[in-house]
């Protein structure tokens, strides 16, 4: 089974505690979950405490195609997540 890892980083509109938290939430986890998808890391950057990074792994095209859909920006942005900007990097394993 061919996993994606894809790697955000973005800046944020709210604290990275705030994101952080809202990320962690349990409706956040389940719906997460339910995609086939998990959290394998959230940061902030030590120069700059307003930008992220958060890595997912799971299904390829999966968390790529639901965060590039114009539908789901709301969603997206909800958490405290600028949408603009955010640069994308996108990793497989065989």
Same mark, same amino acid.
């Given at each position: 089974?061919?996993?994606?890892?894809?790697?955000?980083?973005?800046?944020?509109?709210?604290?990275?505690?705030?994101?952080?938290?809202?990320?962690?939430? /349990? %409706?956040? =986890?389940?719906?997460?979950?339910?995609? !086939?998808?998990?959290?394998?890391?959230?940061?902030?950057?030590?120069?700059? #405490?307003?930008?992220?990074?958060?890595?997912?792994?799971?299904?390829?095209?999966?968390?790529?195609?639901?965060?590039?859909? /114009? %539908?789901? =920006?709301?969603?997206?942005?909800?958490? !405290?997540?600028?949408?603009?900007?955010?640069?994308?990097?996108?990793?497989? #394993?065989?």
């Amino acid at each position: 089974m061919t996993i994606e890892t894809t790697i955000f980083d973005f800046k944020l509109s709210n604290t990275f505690e705030e994101y952080e938290a809202h990320m962690n939430a /349990p %409706e956040q =986890k389940a719906m997460f979950k339910e995609m !086939g998808v998990k959290i394998i890391y959230i940061g902030k950057s030590l120069e700059d #405490s307003k930008r992220a990074t958060c890595i997912f792994q799971g299904p390829v095209d999966n968390i790529y195609d639901i965060f590039t859909n /114009p %539908e789901t =920006k709301p969603i997206v942005e909800a958490s !405290g997540h600028i949408y603009e900007g955010t640069i994308i990097n996108r990793w497989i #394993s065989e």
